[in-house]
């Protein structure tokens, strides 16, 4: 039965595949229609609304080989361009033209931005070349559903995935927007700890001193009232340096400074209103700024867990993947999470923002709430302990198998079985129409099992090296 129910989920998306076909064929008559317009007639503002629309077909056929095969094609878009920035006499360039609006440049740069970006021609070579790829695809799709989307999805990773330069760009435009998330942050915490010393600190000591002021005026006159004062300036003293130490801990944790990342997490869980328990794999420790994002980060998770989830126990995992640090913060509140809502994950957002890191959150209503953490690569290359992929016979083996498994699969089996099927005249490079006649259909029989057998081990060398997780989800 579950086989039955997978192979129609299969054949399901297989027919969604195909459909697409039909979004594809009007997106490459418009498409046609669009370069005749721009380099013909010269009409450039029909150019951004077809590559938006192209690019909502190609949208379409990434999220459908991840939903089919699993497999994430990332967007290969170079990012837009800012907005126009005016010059000190309040005019808006654009390359020799000034303007008063930045309507215009605006709109030149975008054009610039669609037009030059090697995203958008790859785009329209695949959905000139996609229609005729699924049509030779079609007997794998309809025999082999699994194994025929594997393939397109590897077409499609040729021309619709991220390519080195615009990896490179969007890399470089997170880093920028880190870089000013990160300042904005820290200009606010400064303006928030200048605040805490000047309302907190700053004001017990400036009372300090003229409590001793007045303490020492009546030394001579009445001593019980200094002592009374003194008594008074030692508790404000006490005060005062409590205060301090509530900063200090606000900025960087003593605790995280000396006992690293791991006992700092666990002393977070005790100090914690909620029953929490800890689970940590780093057998090292990570460079001070990581273990002050994911410290404060753990934090302000463990807070929420308490203020808005009315959960009773939370748990904490932390871990090292290679070179990758995953934090998982699970409770078994009422769920329902709204991570647009608040609750504090754009300040995590914000603050892992300039390591990469992602937050993704997980709170079916009724069900808890776990919030995962990732931060790429920011581990040490020997805490690794991962393998370092297909070994090279390996490679060369699947590489030599998706090479040639067509030919024993589809001319000299399914073709060589449509002509033996219906009696054609042709022989062509067919080899089991050469054979005798009892030999000619165990001929086809085995060409097809072979090409079959070549395509599935092909598909199966990749699961041969286990992809690592996270010690909780082992």
């Not at 989307?149 to 080195?164: F, I, K, Q, Y």
């Not at 990896?167 to 435009?173: A, I, S, V």
């Not at 303490?215 to 004062?229: C, G, I, N, R, Y």
Request: glycine share 6%; proline share 9%.
């Amino acid at each position: 039965m579950k086989h039955t129910v997978r192979m129609l989920r299969r054949y399901g998306q297989v027919g969604a595949l195909l459909a697409l076909v039909v979004a594809e064929l009007v997106a490459l008559a418009t498409t046609v229609l669009c370069v005749v317009l721009v380099f013909g007639l010269g009409l450039v503002f029909v150019l951004p609304p077809q590559v938006r629309l192209v690019r909502k077909v190609t949208g379409a056929a990434r999220r459908l080989v991840e939903s089919s095969t699993g497999t994430r094609i990332d967007p290969p878009y170079l990012p837009p361009p800012p907005p126009p920035v005016p010059q000190p006499d309040g005019m808006y360039r654009s390359h020799r033209t000034l303007y008063k609006s930045p309507r215009f440049p605006a709109w030149n740069d975008r054009w610039k931005w669609l037009a030059e970006d090697p995203a958008t021609w790859r785009d329209a070579l695949w959905l000139l070349l996609d229609p005729l790829v699924k049509l030779a695809l079609l007997p794998l799709l309809l025999l082999l559903p699994a194994h025929g989307l594997r393939v397109h999805a590897a077409w499609c990773g040729l021309l619709l995935s991220a390519t080195a330069s615009s990896r490179l760009n969007q890399r470089l435009e997170r880093v920028t927007r880190a870089r000013h998330l990160a300042v904005g942050t820290q200009a606010a915490e400064m303006r928030r700890i200048e605040r805490d010393l000047h309302d907190g600190a700053q004001a017990r000591l400036i009372a300090l001193g003229m409590t001793l002021g007045t303490a020492e005026q009546l030394m001579d006159t009445d001593p019980d009232a200094a002592k009374a004062m003194m008594a008074r300036a030692r508790e404000a003293s006490a005060e005062t340096l409590t205060e301090l130490r509530r900063v200090i801990h606000a900025v960087h944790p003593p605790v995280l400074a000396e006992r690293g990342l791991a006992d700092a997490v666990r002393l977070l869980a005790l100090e914690s209103p909620l029953r929490a328990s800890v689970e940590i794999d780093l057998p090292h420790r990570p460079e001070p700024p990581v273990e002050a994002a994911v410290y404060f980060a753990v934090s302000e998770l463990l807070a929420n867990a308490a203020r808005h989830s009315g959960a009773a126990s939370v748990e904490v995992a932390l871990g090292g993947v290679g070179p990758h640090l995953f934090v998982r913060v699970a409770d078994d509140g009422r769920g329902g999470a709204d991570p647009s809502a608040g609750t504090g994950l754009h300040g995590i957002e914000d603050r892992l923002a300039a390591f990469d890191g992602t937050v993704a959150v997980d709170s079916p209503p009724g069900g808890g709430t776990a919030v995962t953490l990732e931060l790429p690569k920011v581990l040490p290359e020997h805490w690794a302990g991962l393998p370092a992929g297909l070994p090279r016979w390996k490679t060369l083996l699947m590489v030599a198998l998706w090479s040639t498994a067509w030919c024993p699969l589809f001319p000299q089996g399914i073709v060589a079985g449509l002509l033996k099927t219906f009696d054609a005249d042709v022989r062509s490079w067919f080899l089991a129409l050469y054979l005798p006649e009892p030999w000619q259909w165990p001929c086809v029989v085995f060409m097809i099992a072979l090409g079959t057998a070549m395509v599935a081990l092909a598909v199966a060398l990749p699961s041969t090296v286990p992809r690592a997780r996270p010690s909780w989800e082992a």
